[in-house]
Every structure is written in C-alpha cells, then in structure tokens.
C-alpha cells in the first residue's frame, strides 16, 4: 500500500519560511517524479514544483521560482519543499505527489499525500 505522509507545515508570517517533507511508502521512491501541488480554499489544485526521479530535473511554477526549492533524499524515501520568503497568497494546503513524468498535470500523478496546511499571516 503506497502511502505518501507530509508534514512541516503549520503558521508562519510572511517573509518567513517553512520546510515541508513528504515520507514516502510502498512504494519504489527512486524510480518516481515527485511533486508539491497546493489548493486553497474554493481554488483548483495548482501546480508549484516537481523533480525528477535522480533530483538532475525540477520544474517550478513561475510564481515561486526563486524563493522555493524542492529535493529528495532517495535514501530516506523523501521528498522536501523548502519555502523562503513566504507571501500571503501562498496560504493553502501543500500536498505531495508521484507519478511517473516531470509534468504539470494533477492527472498525472497516481499517488497522493493528505496534505499538510500552511497559513501565512500578514
């Protein structure tokens, strides 16, 4: 049973930052892309990051290119998603996922993550 478990997330005023994890199972982590997608309330699921299964490719959503930076510990089945300079907009629930391509689509990814929320105060 593939299980993806975020965590990291929490309050944070904005400029701050937050580093958030996905530990994954069940599955074979170093053969996956992996991806933070994020929805906020009454919003699509967006696209903010991807990387690919060795971390030689990472794709990023032009809204957090520079301040968000995503990696992987193979070792440790991980995915992380560090977060600088946080804005307001950034608010919503940060979910992981794997799939088999270095794309931007939801459908794409088979597995999921329950999500971890991030809420940035002004």
């Known amino acids: 049973q593939v299980q993806l478990v975020e965590s990291g997330g929490g309050l944070v005023q904005a400029g701050g930052s937050l580093r958030l994890s996905c530990a994954a199972s069940g599955l074979t982590f170093s053969s996956n892309y992996m991806a933070w997608f994020r929805q906020a309330p009454g919003k699509e699921r967006e696209f903010v990051t991807a990387?690919?299964?060795?971390?030689?490719?990472?794709d990023y959503h032009d809204s957090v290119k520079g301040r968000f930076t995503i990696s992987r510990d193979n070792a440790k089945n991980t995915v992380f998603l560090q977060m600088n300079s946080l804005k307001r907009e950034a608010s919503a629930v940060y979910y992981c996922?794997?799939?088999?391509?270095?794309?931007?689509?939801?459908?794409?990814?088979?597995?999921w993550g329950q999500g971890t929320q991030v809420t940035v105060s002004s």
């Open positions: 996922a794997a799939g088999r391509s270095l794309v931007r689509n939801v459908g794409a990814y088979n597995y």
């Open positions: 990387i690919s299964w060795g971390g030689h490719a990472t």
